[in-house]
T-cell receptor, first 116, second 106 residues
Framework: DTAVSQTPKYLVTQMGNDKSIKCEQN?????MYWYKQDSKKFLKIMFS???????INETVPNRFSPKSPDKAHLNLHINSLELGDSAVYFC???????????????FGPGTRLTVL | GIQVEQSPPDLILQEGANSTLRCNFS?????LQWFHQNPWGQLINLFY???GTKQNGRLSATTVATERYSLLYISSSQTTDSGVYFC????????FGAGTRLTVKP
């Protein structure tokens, strides 16, 4: 069974459209993340959710909105897509340990978003 | 926030050679991970190593937390080792280094 899965794997869309990327983890983790990897391979955190509550919101445009219906899912909705949103988006999950320790993160396969 | 620096940025090896990748971080951490991003874009967990040394086949990693660095050793490199190697450190998110792009030539 896949530990962290994302759909779709590829997404090609026009500027101005709204799209969603779904993420599911079956590891029983309590924390999920969205990362963006740009064309130069830099990976940067976008959002983090712990037990369905947002605990990080880096300076991303408010066109990006994470939604977590339950601990196992963290979806990313993007409004009014722009050319600069083209990137690979990775979902990840981990279990936060005692006293704020951070356990191993596991990543999904990524979603390559292309905005035309 | 924590700064993470990796070196070298690029590395080209002949198959069978050994290599060492380095990760420096600017503050104390209680955890560190090494990842391999293969040419298909998958991020593969290599090591979860807050301190000490771990080995997995031809790969091993050492983290010296007190001196704020970690090393990834690849021995007898193979073409399938090609890709980008990232180190990443917490806190609650992961700060990634810029990666080392490894190319192993047959």
């Amino acid at each position: 069974d896949t530990a962290v899965s994302q759909t779709p794997k590829y997404l090609v869309t026009q500027m101005g459209n709204d799209k969603s990327i779904k993420c599911e983890q079956n590891l029983g983790h309590d924390t999920m993340y969205w990362y963006k990897q740009d064309s130069k391979k830099f990976l940067k955190i976008m959002f983090s959710y712990n037990n369905k509550e947002l605990i990080i919101n880096e300076t991303v445009p408010n066109r990006f909105s994470p939604k977590s219906p339950d601990k196992a899912h963290l979806n990313l909705h993007i409004n009014s897509l722009e050319l600069g949103d083209s990137a690979v988006y990775f979902c990840a999950s981990s279990q936060i340990g005692g006293r704020g320790t951070y356990n191993e993160q596991f990543f999904g396969p990524g979603t390559r978003l292309t905005v035309l | 926030g924590i700064q993470v620096e990796q070196s070298p940025p690029d590395l080209i090896l002949q198959e069978g050679a050994n290599s060492t990748l380095r990760c420096n971080f600017s503050d104390s951490v209680n955890n560190l991970q090494w990842f391999h991003q293969n040419p298909w874009g998958q991020l593969i967990n290599l090591f979860y190593i807050p301190s000490g040394t771990k080995q997995n086949g031809r790969l091993s990693a050492t983290t010296v937390a007190t001196e704020r660095y970690s090393l990834l050793y690849i021995s007898s490199s193979q073409t399938t080792d090609s890709g980008v190697y990232f180190c990443a450190v917490p806190p609650h998110d992961m700060r990634f280094g810029a990666g080392t792009r490894l190319t192993v030539k047959p």
